[in-house]
């Protein structure tokens, strides 16, 4: 028997944003808007936001504190905020950080303590505030998903805390947002949602319904996610990659990642590394580790990324390393600043994440250190 959950409505398509008050309205009257710190400002889609719910009729109080990785005590302050002001909803808008501090917040709004503590092991026993996430790039698919990604800024660790009552009531996934992103982002989230994609496919957790989303999401970021970094006008490139990281999220959702996610969280935090382009980095370099327990699955990767049929999973691995190094994304991490003093930390923290657990092919510290030398050498 399998489970597959989503958020409650999902609005897709160009002019869904324009559904954020209608959504809004139905579940509250005074909201706390989550967002990060400038970009939702420059782009002028946070006055559109705002003028939105307005016209709907709620109040809306702005939270614009919002980190490019989002920590515990900002969440909880954004949690503190919320009852303190009684707010009765709580609307993300923006990329994965302000979407998972968005459903942080709305859970902090009604649980107890630090959501540190829930990222420990503390059991999530009801639901938060109903969340309304806008996503404004193709990759994190955080509006579709039930994990907030929070650091754990006492022991320096990013990790994801999952709750099946976290989903949002209403995930709005608009394309023309993602017109406003620059070539460096629009690659950088779109190698995101390829990963996605991959670990979901190839996930131990992994359904039919999981695999046929991930699948194709493979197929439409094989297509287009060039042509989206090329040419950030092009309509249907910009659709495509929505609609690929949208259905790459129903699928890790349900399915859970893989070893990508628990090693590019702490190379990440450490060095400074975006996390889509983390991801990007390490990719080949894990397809290469899984293929030694999946090759049929790792070679049906790379058929659907490539157009083509698949024999080898050395193929899919230079397919994938093609794509990522023609959208500008170095392969491999050796030109981080790495000491060899520090590769047993990050081997430790790569196991701290419960992606490891649905890894097609189960990992050991002396694995993740294998794999972190491999890419050291890559490139």
């Known amino acids: 028997m399998h489970e597959f959950r989503l958020p409650g409505v999902i609005h897709f398509g160009w002019g869904a944003f324009d559904r954020l008050g209608d959504e809004a309205s139905r579940l509250g009257e005074r909201a706390l808007l989550v967002t990060g710190r400038s970009a939702m400002k420059k782009t002028g889609v946070l006055g559109r936001a705002q003028s939105l719910l307005a016209e709907a009729g709620l109040a809306a109080l702005l939270f614009d504190e919002v980190e490019s990785d989002p920590s515990g005590s900002t ?5 503190k905020l919320a009852r303190e002001e009684s707010c009765d909803l709580v609307v ?6 302000p979407m998972d501090a968005a459903r942080g917040i709305a859970a902090m709004a009604v649980l107890e303590g630090s959501i540190i503590d829930y990222l420990r092991g503390k059991a999530v026993d009801r639901p938060g505030l109903p969340l309304v996430n806008v996503a404004t790039t193709a990759g994190t698919a955080s509006e579709i998903t039930s994990v907030s990604v929070v650091l754990d800024e006492e022991r320096e660790l990013k990790a994801g805390v999952r709750s099946p ?7 709005i996934t608009d394309p023309e947002l993602t017109t406003m992103m620059p070539p460096a982002l629009t690659a950088a989230t779109g190698l995101d949602a390829l990963t996605h994609a991959a670990e979901s496919y190839l996930s131990t957790r992994a359904t039919p319904p999981t695999e046929a989303l991930a699948l194709r999401a493979i197929a439409l970021i094989g297509s287009n996610l060039r042509a989206a970094v090329a040419d ?3 309509r249907g490139a910009r659709e495509a990659m929505a609609l690929a990281s949208m259905t790459a999220g129903m699928a890790f959702a349900n399915s859970g990642l893989g070893l990508v ?14 996390h889509g382009v983390a991801c990007g980095r390490l990719l080949p370099q894990v397809l290469k580790y899984n293929a030694a327990a999946v090759p049929e699955r790792v070679a049906a990767v790379g058929g659907v990324l490539l157009g083509r049929q698949v024999e080898r999973p050395e193929d899919t691995v230079e ?3 093609s794509l990522v190094a023609d959208v500008g994304v170095t392969i491999g991490i050796a030109d981080l600043p790495i000491d060899e003093q520090e590769m047993p930390g990050l081997a430790q923290d790569t196991l701290a994440s419960g992606s490891v657990r649905v890894n097609p092919r189960p990992v050991t510290e002396e694995d993740a250190r294998a794999v972190l030398d491999d890419a050291r050498r890559a490139g």
């Open 75 to 79: 969440i909880d302050r954004g949690g």
């Open 92 to 97: 993300g808008l923006g990329g994965g950080s």
């Open 165 to 171: 009552f976290w989903f949002a009531r209403a995930a």
């Open 232 to 234: 950030g006008d092009d």
């Open 261 to 274: 996610h628990a090693l590019a969280h702490p190379v990440g935090v450490r060095y400074g590394v975006a």
């Open 319 to 321: 397919g994938v390393e």
